[in-house]
């Protein structure tokens, strides 16, 4: 027996009078946002390629790309786990623990290769952290029944302390053939990284998006009593989204080695950004839920975003009040929206 | 449970024993942890440094997780707790730093930390974003506006000759031997208290909370109690921005941010550990001790500093874990 303690369920106010009140609005609405975000999205585009002339060069678009790939890794991971765990945040699908799970990965590969050992032991050791630490997630959230919210925010103490313990809160320096491979330039002079990136999402959005197992994670998030019912392994499901979530911090730790070529410091302030792109992905999307190929149009939306404002010398400052703004316009349409559909 | 347990008979020892201990999950964590610290550590249970744990471990973070038991209490999480305080930070300092007097610049303070719940309250109330992504933006957005204010994040020193009595006496003051920020704090809790138990306004906060679509049945009406919530919310967590500007004698620009994560980590625990399960002031209270107390008794142990934040996760991860299986075992 599950204990299902509603320690905040979402807040529903009455379905709102305003607005459309035909059917066809209600559509045009819908439409209008879906197609709305893609429109600001290139909208965007235009606007700095025409005040920035390198903006749209090739280069530029790659460094973008390339930029982008730690945090669209993890903002992948963290789609799965809303996936999984439904559309609200406190008491449903969250996972607060994969920026500390990337630093403590980085700081694992950067230690392993500093002790003289090969890319492969490094590798498997950053991807065995970042599962572990998923596994910890799971066993909490879904054995124990431990909130989401709560359970992977112990988790990431435990682990921000433990990259700390590992690396003395100093930089640890790597040097390897695979990381230099990875902050080399590819095809087209374009950053490993940027394919890295898109290979990485490729490959998700095909798990994800076209397999049995992907769509019993959307059926799991959205109707838990149906899936439930319908015989589906509801637990085991969970469990899996959430060491699928710390195989992408591992991941992602391995690749800010190979940008920072060390591990650093400081992951933790990945969290939020990452939370924030992860959230914003769902608009990308026709039916307004998290996707793979939502969140990786989300990250890439704030990585132009970022970049053009460098390339327009607008001060970075303005950059997290633009995210901000840009999550309250996009959820405050959604919200609206679903009020229409309600 | 006292239903349950008649339905199926006579409880036996070990399940009313289980039950006990369930009901009373977070004192029984807090002793326990306690005894093990003072066994650890001689110098742990001694007066002064109880004392410390109340000055240095407690009074701020309690005050900003007694806002947030508010945002949780209408079934909503505030991730701006740290914005509020901020806001209050640099409006005092500022402003007692242009030579305005104290008093007037605490109201300026305060003001601002509800213009922050007030903004909240719209995006929430009024638009109807979910609390958690209203409060994320609203993060993003304080974020950048302090560093518009500061050129880039600079902070806004009061020089300890400039500062004025009053401000240093909010600060580091006693009102008959206890200090006043630990005074102020115990109003607050009071005050909470009161008003979540007492006042018909906590009542209702917490049957939105706790079932909305019920509540909004009752002819109750959610908007209004839901918005004056995050005002408080954005109130209280302005008091913690005056004492910590009135302690340090600065403003750092998104200090308060350190705040969040244990609030809600102190709010939570004392929710999920409670008898109800409901957020209450004296459960976030014992949250907040817990946290104090293992920060400060880990200290006290010796244990190397990076080691205590890997402890400090540990501890908090065991005392939910214990307790979330053992409540599952009790309603089995």
């Given at each position: 027996?599950?204990?299902?303690?509603?320690?905040?369920?979402v807040?529903?106010?009455?379905?709102?009078?305003?607005?459309?009140?035909?059917?066809?609005?209600?559509?045009?609405?819908?439409?209008?946002?879906?197609?709305?975000?893609?429109?600001?999205?290139?909208?965007?585009?235009?606007?700095?390629?025409?005040?920035?002339?390198?903006?749209?060069?090739?280069?530029n678009?790659?460094?973008?790309?390339?930029?982008?790939?730690?945090?669209?890794?993890?903002?992948?991971?963290?789609?799965?786990?809303?996936?999984?765990?439904?559309?609200?945040?406190?008491?449903?699908?969250?996972?607060?623990?994969?920026?500390a799970?990337?630093?403590?990965?980085?700081?694992?590969?950067?230690?392993?290769?500093?002790?003289?050992?090969?890319?492969?032991?490094?590798?498997?050791?950053?991807?065995?952290?970042g599962?572990?630490?998923?596994?910890?997630?799971?066993?909490?959230?879904?054995?124990?029944?431990?909130?989401?919210?709560?359970?992977?925010?112990?988790?990431?103490n435990?682990?921000?302390?433990?990259?700390?313990?590992?690396?003395?809160?100093?930089?640890?320096?790597?040097?390897?053939p695979?990381?230099?491979?990875?902050?080399?330039?590819?095809?087209?002079?374009?950053?490993?990284?940027?394919?890295?990136?898109?290979?990485?999402?490729?490959?998700?959005?095909?798990?994800?998006?076209?397999?049995?197992?992907?769509?019993?994670?959307?059926?799991?998030?959205?109707?838990?009593?149906?899936?439930?019912?319908?015989?589906?392994?509801?637990?085991?499901?969970?469990?899996?989204?959430?060491?699928?979530?710390?195989?992408?911090?591992?991941?992602?730790?391995?690749?800010?080695?190979?940008?920072?070529?060390?591990?650093?410091?400081?992951?933790?302030?990945?969290?939020?950004?990452?939370?924030?792109?992860?959230?914003?992905?769902?608009?990308?999307?026709?039916?307004?839920?998290?996707?793979?190929?939502?969140?990786?149009?989300?990250?890439?939306?704030v990585?132009?975003?970022?970049?053009?404002?460098?390339?327009?010398?607008?001060?970075s400052?303005?950059?997290?009040?633009?995210?901000?703004?840009?999550?309250?316009?996009?959820?405050?349409?959604?919200?609206?929206?679903?009020?229409?559909?309600? | 449970?006292?239903?349950?347990?008649?339905?199926?008979?006579?409880?036996?020892?070990?399940?009313?024993?289980?039950?006990?201990?369930?009901?009373?999950?977070?004192?029984?964590?807090?002793?326990?942890?306690?005894?093990?610290?003072?066994?650890?550590?001689?110098?742990?249970?001694?007066?002064?440094?109880?004392?410390?744990?109340?000055?240095?471990?407690?009074?701020?973070?309690?005050?900003?997780?007694?806002?947030?038991?508010?945002?949780v209490?209408?079934?909503?999480?505030?991730?701006?707790?740290?914005?509020?305080?901020?806001?209050?930070?640099?409006?005092?300092?500022?402003?007692?730093?242009?030579?305005?007097?104290?008093?007037?610049?605490?109201?300026?303070?305060?003001?601002?930390?509800?213009?922050?719940?007030?903004?909240?309250?719209?995006?929430?109330?009024?638009?109807?974003?979910?609390?958690?992504?209203?409060?994320?933006?609203?993060?993003?957005?304080?974020?950048?506006?302090?560093?518009?204010?500061?050129?880039?994040?600079?902070?806004?020193?009061?020089?300890?000759?400039?500062?004025?009595?009053?401000?240093?006496?909010?600060?580091?003051?006693?009102?008959?031997?206890?200090?006043?920020?630990?005074?102020?704090?115990?109003?607050?809790?009071?005050?909470?208290?009161?008003?979540?138990?007492?006042?018909?306004?906590?009542r209702?906060a917490?049957?939105?909370?706790?079932?909305?679509?019920?509540?909004?049945?009752?002819?109750?009406?959610?908007?209004?109690?839901?918005?004056?919530?995050?005002?408080?919310?954005?109130?209280?967590?302005?008091?913690?921005?005056?004492?910590?500007?009135?302690?340090?004698?600065?403003?750092?620009?998104?200090?308060?941010?350190?705040?969040?994560?244990?609030?809600?980590?102190?709010?939570?625990?004392?929710?999920?550990?409670?008898?109800?399960?409901?957020?209450?002031?004296?459960?976030?209270?014992?949250?907040?001790?817990?946290?104090?107390?293992?920060?400060?008794g880990?200290?006290?142990?010796?244990?190397?500093?990076?080691?205590?934040?890997?402890?400090?996760?540990?501890?908090?991860?065991?005392?939910?874990?214990?307790s979330?299986?053992?409540?599952?075992?009790?309603?089995?």
């Amino acid at each position: 027996m599950s204990v299902d303690i509603q320690l905040a369920p979402v807040i529903h106010f009455e379905p709102g009078q305003s607005g459309f009140s035909s059917a066809r609005g209600v559509n045009l609405a819908a439409a209008a946002l879906r197609a709305g975000s893609l429109i600001a999205f290139v909208a965007i585009l235009v606007v700095f390629s025409v005040t920035a002339p390198y903006f749209l060069s090739v280069g530029n678009i790659g460094n973008v790309l390339g930029q982008s790939a730690i945090s669209g890794v993890l903002a992948i991971g963290l789609t799965i786990v809303l996936i999984a765990g439904g559309s609200n945040v406190v008491t449903g699908g969250i996972d607060l623990s994969l920026a500390a799970n990337m630093g403590l990965s980085a700081a694992v590969y950067a230690t392993i290769a500093q002790l003289g050992y090969g890319d492969a032991t490094a590798v498997a050791a950053a991807l065995l952290t970042g599962g572990l630490i998923g596994v910890v997630n799971a066993i909490a959230v879904v054995g124990a029944g431990i909130v989401p919210l709560l359970a992977t925010l112990a988790v990431m103490n435990i682990v921000a302390g433990l990259e700390l313990v590992l690396t003395q809160n100093t930089v640890i320096p790597a040097s390897t053939p695979l990381l230099t491979a990875l902050s080399s330039s590819g095809l087209f002079g374009i950053p490993a990284l940027a394919y890295v990136l898109l290979v990485f999402t490729l490959i998700a959005a095909a798990i994800v998006q076209y397999t049995p197992a992907g769509l019993r994670l959307y059926a799991v998030g959205e109707f838990p009593d149906a899936a439930r019912a319908a015989g589906l392994p509801v637990r085991r499901l969970v469990a899996g989204a959430f060491i699928a979530s710390g195989l992408c911090g591992g991941f992602a730790g391995i690749l800010s080695v190979s940008n920072l070529s060390g591990s650093t410091t400081g992951s933790g302030e990945m969290l939020l950004p990452v939370v924030v792109t992860a959230l914003l992905g769902s608009v990308f999307s026709r039916r307004l839920v998290p996707t793979v190929i939502g969140t990786l149009l989300s990250t890439l939306f704030v990585g132009f975003l970022v970049n053009g404002f460098q390339l327009l010398n607008i001060s970075s400052v303005l950059v997290s009040g633009v995210q901000g703004l840009l999550i309250l316009l996009v959820v405050s349409a959604t919200t609206l929206l679903r009020r229409q559909e309600a | 449970m006292t239903l349950q347990t008649s339905s199926i008979g006579t409880p036996t020892l070990p399940r009313l024993l289980l039950g006990t201990v369930v009901d009373n999950a977070l004192v029984l964590a807090l002793v326990t942890v306690f005894a093990a610290f003072s066994i650890a550590t001689p110098t742990f249970p001694t007066l002064a440094n109880l004392q410390s744990i109340l000055v240095n471990n407690f009074t701020l973070l309690a005050i900003v997780a007694i806002a947030m038991t508010f945002a949780v209490s209408v079934g909503g999480i505030d991730l701006s707790v740290g914005t509020a305080v901020d806001f209050a930070s640099f409006a005092f300092v500022s402003l007692v730093l242009a030579g305005q007097p104290v008093a007037i610049a605490a109201l300026a303070g305060l003001g601002a930390g509800a213009a922050v719940g007030a903004f909240n309250a719209v995006l929430i109330s009024g638009i109807g974003i979910s609390p958690f992504l209203a409060t994320l933006g609203t993060l993003f957005i304080g974020r950048s506006i302090q560093q518009l204010l500061t050129n880039g994040g600079n902070p806004v020193y009061l020089p300890p000759s400039g500062a004025p009595e009053a401000f240093r006496f909010l600060g580091r003051g006693a009102i008959a031997g206890i200090p006043v920020p630990l005074v102020i704090a115990a109003v607050i809790v009071a005050g909470a208290t009161l008003i979540l138990t007492r006042a018909r306004f906590g009542r209702v906060a917490l049957a939105i909370g706790i079932q909305p679509s019920v509540a909004r049945y009752s002819g109750i009406t959610a908007r209004a109690h839901v918005a004056v919530a995050f005002i408080l919310v954005g109130l209280i967590a302005a008091v913690a921005g005056l004492i910590l500007s009135a302690t340090v004698t600065v403003y750092i620009p998104s200090s308060g941010n350190a705040f969040l994560l244990n609030a809600i980590g102190a709010t939570f625990i004392g929710t999920t550990l409670s008898r109800l399960g409901r957020p209450n002031i004296p459960g976030t209270i014992l949250g907040v001790l817990l946290l104090g107390i293992v920060a400060n008794g880990l200290l006290l142990t010796g244990l190397n500093f990076y080691w205590q934040q890997v402890g400090t996760g540990l501890l908090i991860f065991a005392v939910l874990a214990l307790s979330f299986i053992n409540r599952r075992k009790a309603t089995a």
